[in-house]
């Protein structure tokens, strides 16, 4: 993660890695300014090496080859450019730099209880226990089909909140349809322009609980379920 500049030890700082050359270096603290002006390579190694070796060594004076040799004291910087390190800048370079829904964003900003929040993010992430998601962790259940609906259709998590002929009728009772074979942030933003509202994504996070509250009536308490009872759920 740093960047060794100046004159620093030629083999000291690639002595983790798996150099056969290693073996045959007469010091190993050898440091760049000397090795770049040994007259010959029996000043630096032990003679004769290897084949294996001397091919190592080649490559290895390719990758030094851009190093600038100064008379000032070695100095370590960070790739970023800093000599001060940062927990933030080193998990965003170690984790990569990927495009983030900014519905993310504007969960954390919503009116919801903590609860709604967690269980809408765990969505977005395809995290809640639905019977795709138990299969996947090789759960046994008897039956992965939706609950809900007579589809025959295994519960993934599109098909629980927004496919099933049930959840549908839910959404249609809310006077809003979309199209099939949607991504959730692309219902999500349809949402978001059908309702143009500061607080739409609030009421798209409730909806989707309620679903979800029905769906475990209908599994854990032998309830019915109905869209009357999703509605319900809304206001409890």
Known sequence: MKNHVCS?????????????????????????????TASTVSDLFNMPISVEAFEQLQELETEFSSIILTPMSDSWTYIWGSSQFSSSKAYKLLTGHTQVDPTFKRLWKTFCQSKHKVF??????????????????RMHLDDYNC???????????MHLLFYCNFVKNCWWALNFAYAGN???????????????????L??????????????NDVIFRNKVASVDGCKRNLTA
């Open 8 to 36: 620093g030890r030629i083999f000291g700082i690639v002595k983790s890695e798996n150099f056969n050359f290693l073996s045959f270096i007469l010091l190993l603290k050898t440091s760049l300014s000397k090795a770049h």
């Open 120 to 137: 809408f993010w765990l969505v977005m992430k395809d995290g809640i226990s639905t019977r795709n998601m138990m299969r996947r962790r």
């Open 147 to 157: 609950v809900l609906c007579q589809q025959q259709t295994e519960e993934t998590l």
């Open 182 to 200: 949607l991504s959730i942030f692309q219902i999500v933003e349809a949402w978001r322009n059908y309702v143009s509202a500061p607080f739409a």
């Open 202 to 215: 609030d009421i798209f996070i409730l909806v989707c609980w309620s679903i979800w509250m029905v769906r």
